[in-house]
């Protein structure tokens, strides 16, 4: 029998013959249930985001820009030769400013970076004559470019060496430091460079100092805020062959990039 209120569209039967009624669902039960672990378990969705390029993002077709690596160094090296002040460096030591600068991109750093009479071609010659490159850190040793070395010379690091941990401990001192002990064997007449830690630097003048042998040149160029400046300045009054940056500046790239420069005389 119809209902007397034309309601029947509004309902349906169930298989006993009840009505029941079609809720919309309650927002408001739902996102409490979500919220509250008493209420079972949370069933939040995560809101879609939009990917960047539909946001807004200016992406165009093509650049125009120098893809050609040699004409980027010629640029490079001409543009920093015309707003830096390289008056006062020889030829050498010339193009390592011109490559450490090229390194950091401050034309500024020419002004910080010294060379001890002769520094520059006593690298340079040693390199020649196939003397070994230690670095400080990986990161050094990586930078430098093996196919401009002139007499296949090795480049060494031995930070990674697994007596290195134990060493380090046993003297009280940073890794970097220890792993300088294990380059006495070969550190008369080689290139020294150090790009990274102070530490490294304080503990090679105090071997020189106790009696190891003399590296042909020192690279001082560790970076950083604690030790770094008063590290590079204990090399250079020692009156060792050296080339620093003064101050806070440095790292591993400027360093590798002095390397780099003393290596071969082809920018």
Known sequence: MRQANGDSGDHHRNGQGLRSH??????????????DPRRGRATSRPRRREPVCRRGANVKPGYAYERDAAAIYRRSFAIIRGEAD??????????????????????????????????????RDALRAGAPVFCDARMVAEGVT???????????????????????????????AAAIELWAPRLGGSVVVIGNAPTALFRLLELIAAGAPKPAAIIGMPVGFVGAAESKEALFETGLPAIIVRGR??????????VNALASDIE
């Open 146 to 176: 093996r196919a401009r070395l002139p007499a296949n010379n090795d480049v060494i690091c031995t930070l990674g060496d697994p007596s290195t941990p134990e060493l380090a401990a046993k003297l009280g001192t940073t890794r970097t």
């Open 86 to 123: 390289l008056a006062r460096f020889s030829p050498v030591e010339e193009l390592v400013a011109v490559r450490v600068i090229h390194a950091c991109g401050m034309v500024e750093a020419a002004r910080d970076l010294v060379f001890s009479s002769g520094a520059a071609e006593a690298a």
């Open 22 to 35: 079609s809720r919309r669902p309650n927002r408001r039960s739902a996102n409490a249930a979500r919220s």
């Open 249 to 258: 500046k440095g790292g591993s790239a400027m360093a590798a990039a002095a």
